[in-house]
């Protein structure tokens, strides 16, 4: 009879854990419009972005921007109106691009963590320009020293990276959840409950 009473102990452990993953977290996915943008030296762009349940149920889970100090430490700033909540929520992440910032094309680069991560980030390919009167005093600046000489390369410009809309991934990532998740995890533990008045009554009468 001990081994009986071991033995449903370990299947009620196991159901229990099993229906704990499979109602109680999942991933999710991060939509960018427009994934891209071009801003002057000085001055903000945005984006809208939504994030969406892709798998599993619905938990907390937060937006980020994973290389937010690389882009600080370039002199560009993102902030998020809407950080975090449950799936599905959006908002607008606003870009500042101080003057200090060069031109160029830098990768904003955002990801879903919690407990509805997104493994596959979503990029927003920022371009920063030059305001006209920089650029205007550059030119004049160059052409009063420019030398005539005949010339052996031919410049190139390297193209802007386009930005990508991530694809979910399905992981498991442990935490506390919103409400949906909660709920599972309620009816998950009842089933055990069940479970075990079941064993019960059955070794009382085996």
Do not use: C
Request: hydrophobic letters at 40%; zero cysteines.
């Amino acid at each position: 009879m001990q081994t009986r009473l071991l033995a449903a102990l370990i299947v009620s452990f196991a159901l229990l854990a099993t229906l704990s993953q499979a109602q109680g977290y999942g991933t999710s996915s991060i939509t960018l419009n427009p994934p891209n943008g071009t801003v002057t030296i000085g001055t903000s762009t945005a984006t809208s972005y939504t994030v969406s349940l892709a798998t599993g149920g619905v938990w907390g889970t937060n937006l980020e921007v994973q290389n937010s100090a690389e882009l600080a430490h370039s002199g560009i700033t993102v902030t998020i109106s809407n950080p975090s909540g449950d799936p599905p929520f959006s908002g607008d992440a606003t870009m500042n691009v101080s003057s200090s910032a060069l031109p160029g094309t830098y990768n904003v680069t955002f990801v879903a963590t919690g407990d509805d991560p997104s493994q596959q980030p979503a990029t927003f390919a920022l371009t920063v320009a030059q305001n006209n009167a920089a650029a205007t005093t550059t030119a004049n600046a160059t052409n009063s020293t420019t030398v005539t000489a005949r010339p052996t390369t031919q410049a190139t410009t390297a193209p802007a990276t386009e930005a990508t809309t991530s694809q979910p991934v399905t992981t498991t990532v442990p935490g506390t959840g919103g409400a949906g998740g909660q709920a599972a995890l309620y009816a998950s533990i009842a089933a055990v409950i069940v479970l075990f008045a079941v064993i019960a009554v059955a070794l009382k009468f085996a």
